[in-house]
């Protein structure tokens, strides 16, 4: 009973003077509470992810561990969504920000991208689309008034690759600007229409540029030749296979989803996507996409920054030694695959209006992915 009430009576006179300003702080002030991490392994809530203890996976903790420090202390968590690891198709990570949760959904942006080049890989094996070397106006009959000389070399391949060669202005532009292609054909409400009335520039297939309208095409193609949009279509042959139920998509006022970026889903269902083409398009043993449109997904078609290489509506970067792929969103959006460390990263950021604090924010979350996350694989005792 002594030690008890002294417990009892101890913590009465640390209420009283805190109170009275007894900690020694102002009228209103509060002793700061320092800030502490320590991993855990992920919850098994029963959605397709086996977790396992990170550092039994071969990932150094203590590194991760730091990263959490880091995002407090830049004050990174107060527009941070989330951050998953996968290791050897097991989830060994994950963490989220402000009031987000797993079941929260975040906006891919233009990681969207990648998953329409994927859904429509899904099309080409079924034979709802015939072959990547097809004419790109052959799919669209109602626009062939549009068509000239010049454009009928343009090719699907020249669409997934952004190398069909159209004049096309939307890096080079405010990205919120009337001036931006991107902007003016959303607001043209018929993006496709928008798109195949501009001039070719360049030689089909000889230069890249990014071209938001590229995967609207797709979504036009799986529309004529499956007889469904490309939101449907996902849902038959690619998100219901995978146990993905709960995602959204934005659309055009023609009803049309929008391929550019209007793509939302769980970061764990980010993961499965991820986690899918580094097993080369098998989920659970069913082949969704074969592994040859993985292949022709992860080729560089087209070279970028030194050491970056762009394939079908995906990117490919090498950093230390280390190649890696991914899918890319406005904000801070990723999807990163390590193949040679059967790795799977998701990042997830609120993005801003302020194109130049997007902009950092985005800078950020790649400092986390190079200095931490890559780091913690670099660190581990199997390298």
């Given at each position: ?55 039994g996976e071969g990932l150094n903790v203590g590194r991760v561990e730091s990263m959490m420090k880091f995002i ?248 230390e030694g280390r190649q890696f792929w991914f899918a890319s969103g406005y904000g801070g959006q990723l999807i ?48």
């Amino acid at each position: 009973m002594r030690n008890s009430s002294g417990l009892i009576l101890s913590a009465l006179v640390a209420v009283v003077l805190s109170s009275c300003g007894g900690s020694g702080g102002g009228k209103n002030s509060a002793p700061e509470v320092p800030y502490s991490y320590a991993y855990a392994v992920p919850v098994d809530d029963g959605d397709g992810w086996a977790v396992a203890d990170a550092g039994g996976e071969g990932l150094n903790v203590g590194r991760v561990e730091s990263m959490m420090k880091f995002i407090h202390d830049a004050d990174q968590d107060e527009y941070l969504r989330n951050i998953l690891i996968i290791r050897n198709n097991r989830l060994v990570f994950e963490e989220y920000f402000q009031d987000v949760h797993k079941n929260s959904l975040s906006h891919l942006q233009s990681a969207t991208k990648s998953v329409v080049s994927a859904i429509f890989g899904i099309a080409v094996a079924n034979g709802s689309v015939a072959s990547v070397g097809d004419a790109l106006f052959d799919y669209f009959p109602e626009y062939q008034h549009l068509n000239n000389p010049d454009k009928a070399g343009v090719t699907l391949q020249h669409v997934l690759s952004m190398t069909p060669g159209f004049e096309w202005n939307e890096i080079s532009t405010p990205v919120n600007g009337s001036e931006n292609d991107n902007v003016a054909a959303h607001r043209s409400n018929n993006f496709i229409e928008y798109l195949l009335q501009k001039e070719i520039v360049t030689d089909p297939g000889t230069a890249w540029y990014y071209n938001s309208g590229c995967p609207m095409l797709l979504a036009g193609i799986v529309r004529n030749q499956a007889g469904i949009h490309i939101d449907e279509f996902a849902a038959q042959y690619l998100f219901g296979p995978m146990g993905i139920q709960t995602v959204r998509w934005e659309y055009q006022s023609d009803g049309l989803p929008l391929a550019t970026g209007g793509l939302w889903m769980r970061a764990r269902d980010s993961a499965k996507f991820g986690q899918l083409f580094l097993d080369g398009g098998t989920w659970n043993g069913q082949q969704l996409i074969p592994v040859s449109w993985v292949t022709a997904s992860w080729t560089g078609y087209s070279s970028q920054d030194p050491g970056e290489e762009y394939g079908y509506l995906w990117w490919m970067r090498e950093w230390e030694g280390r190649q890696f792929w991914f899918a890319s969103g406005y904000g801070g959006q990723l999807i990163v695959m390590v193949p040679d460390e059967e790795i799977v990263i998701v990042i997830n950021a609120d993005y801003s209006t302020d194109p130049n604090e997007t902009g950092q924010r985005t800078a950020n979350t790649w400092n986390l992915l190079r200095e931490f996350l890559l780091r913690s694989i670099q660190e581990n005792p199997r390298n």
